[in-house]
């Protein structure tokens, strides 16, 4: 595999102005790229909801509109990209080179030993779990196997959420090692503690009633009833 994309390569990618189509290659055979992409693309579309995104977006038309010099005419397209971009410079939440939180968004991601994102991997490799915490000190991690069994993740043991520092990026120890078998994990974050028998009986429920639906343990939704925000991943576990 290729060198990751760069966040700024993403962007223009996301934004329509990668013509030579290799981001589009990249993303499509890189797990980590397209779950950064994914990240990334629901940011730009929260952002653009806005209302100070769309002043910035009203006015720049405005002033277009205004011009009555011929070459925003062939401007138009470059302008309208300056203004996506704009408004994510300003309103998207920003991540530092580490891919650090800042407040306000919560995340949830794999690491290997040397740090890079995992979302595929073998039994017996070494996984550590990584939390964007945004604004809460409460996370509960809950993994859901290919057979629909619902376990604690993290903390490990005990009735309620772990603590963690809010407004970065945690990595939760001890590391994890993989056993066979593709799982989905589950966090939860809050102010005050979550008690996990509650979580678990949410997250099974939601389990049964996708089953009833057809669907696979592993496309389950995380319960958006158990804590004040939630993140979600996927372990794909190659035999």
Same mark, same amino acid.
């Given at each position: 595999m290729a060198e990751h994309l760069t966040r700024l390569e993403l962007d223009e990618w996301l934004s329509g102005l990668d013509a030579s189509g290799r981001a589009e290659r990249h993303v499509a055979a890189c797990p980590a790229c397209g779950m950064l992409a994914e990240r990334m693309r629901q940011a730009r579309e929260s952002s653009l909801r806005e209302p100070r995104a769309k002043a910035?977006?009203?006015?720049?038309?405005?002033?277009?509109?205004?011009?009555?010099?011929?070459? /925003?005419? /062939?401007?138009?397209? /470059?302008?309208?990209?300056?203004?996506?971009?704009?408004?994510? %410079?300003?309103?998207? =939440?920003?991540?530092?080179?580490d891919d650090v939180r800042l407040k306000g968004t919560v995340a949830l991601r794999l690491l290997?030993?040397?740090?890079?994102?995992?979302?595929?991997?073998? =039994?017996?490799?070494?996984?550590?779990?990584?939390?964007?915490?945004?604004?809460?000190?409460?996370?509960? %991690?809950?993994?859901?196997?290919?057979?629909?069994?619902?376990?604690?993740?993290?903390?490990?043991?005990? =009735?309620?959420?772990?603590?963690?520092?809010?407004?970065?990026e945690v990595k939760l120890s001890?590391?994890?090692?993989?056993t066979p078998g593709s799982v989905a994990l589950h966090a939860f974050f809050a102010d005050a503690p979550l008690d996990v028998e509650q979580a678990r009986a949410a997250l099974t429920s939601s389990v049964v009633e996708a089953r009833e639906k057809g669907q696979a343990p592993l496309d389950v939704a995380t319960?958006?009833?158990?804590?004040?925000?939630?993140?979600?991943?996927?372990?794909r576990v190659m035999p």
């Open positions: 910035v977006l009203a006015r720049l038309e405005e002033k277009r509109a205004r011009s009555a010099k011929p070459l /925003w005419s /062939w401007g138009v397209p /470059w302008v309208a990209a300056l203004a996506v971009g704009l408004a994510l %410079v300003v309103y998207v =939440p920003r991540a530092t080179e290997s030993a040397q740090g890079a994102p995992v979302a595929d991997a073998s =039994p017996g490799e070494r996984v550590t779990l990584a939390v964007g915490t945004g604004t809460y000190r409460n996370v509960l %991690v809950l993994a859901v196997d290919e057979a629909g069994a619902v376990d604690q993740l993290w903390p490990q043991e005990g =009735p309620t959420s772990g603590t963690v520092k809010p407004g970065a001890p590391p994890l090692e993989v319960p958006g009833d158990i804590g004040k925000a939630q993140a979600r991943t996927l372990l």
